[in-house]
């Protein structure tokens, strides 16, 4: 990205916590997505957006979140990036998605975390906690953790974050991941968030098998003129 855009980086450090906290002497790995926003508060200032490194959401996707960052101006209303779920399968295996529930005006209103949801030649399946399975038309939306936020949401995350840490001290690999925040904010009735729908494929490389396919895709894109060759 050099020459093109501003780059900067934070480190995401397991002693950088609010309060004068502590980690449990026994913790090695990070905190979550929501403790790797949380860290960057004192690089942002302004809207962003929060993506996955190396996941593709498409042109359109990225064209919806910037509209709405640039355009809506509640300070509390954040977005999240909604697909339809077959738009994210693998044809190599199952996967796991935060289904979104969201009521008649498209504001979110629960994440549901649904694990191992598999495509198979009679359908869309995953088991459930009770040894069945439930099914699924395909249309149901989904996060790929393509989310618009406000500076607002630093104050929170801490707020959050902190509860967390107390709720979770003598577990030394315990996560906050994003979806859990914000359900947290939602219930909290001082946030809303906004879904808004895409049409465009997520694709990503979940198993070894899927890299022909994404590939392939990106080479289609940059021959197509969607992407400058060589990509950068």
């Given amino acids: 990205m050099k020459g093109i855009i501003d780059v ?16 449990h002497p026994d913790r090695s790995k990070p905190w979550g997505t929501s403790h790797a926003i949380m860290v960057a508060a004192s690089k942002i200032k302004e809207p962003f957006g929060v993506i996955n490194s190396d996941d593709y959401y498409g042109v359109k996707s990225f064209s919806i ?8 101006k509640s300070e509390t209303n954040y977005c999240i990036v909604g697909y339809k779920m077959e738009n994210t399968l693998s044809d190599h295996g199952h996967v796991n998605r935060g ?9 979110l209103q629960h994440i549901v975390e649904t694990r191992k949801i598999e495509k198979t030649g009679k359908g869309i399946f995953a088991p459930t906690a009770d040894g069945g399975r439930q099914s699924f038309t395909g249309d149901e939306i989904v996060s790929m953790n393509l989310f618009g936020f406000k500076p607002s949401c630093f104050g929170f995350l801490e707020e959050e974050f902190t509860r967390f840490i107390h709720r979770s001290k003598e577990d030394p690999n315990a996560e906050l991941d994003i979806p859990t925040s914000m359900d947290v904010f939602i ?6 968030i906004k879904v808004l729908m895409t049409d465009d494929k997520w694709f990503g490389v979940t198993y070894r ?10 080479e289609y894109m940059t021959r197509d003129g969607i992407y400058p060759s060589p990509l950068r």
């Fill in 187 to 192: 219930k909290s009735g001082e946030v809303t």
């Fill in 65 to 72: 979140l910037y509209d709405f960052l640039v355009n809506d």
């Fill in 99 to 107: 289904v979104c529930r969201a009521d008649k005006d498209g504001m």
């Fill in 8 to 23: 900067d980086y934070v480190f995401q450090d397991i002693d950088n916590l609010p309060g004068g906290l502590k980690p």
């Fill in 209 to 218: 098998e899927d890299r022909p396919f994404v590939v392939e895709n990106l």
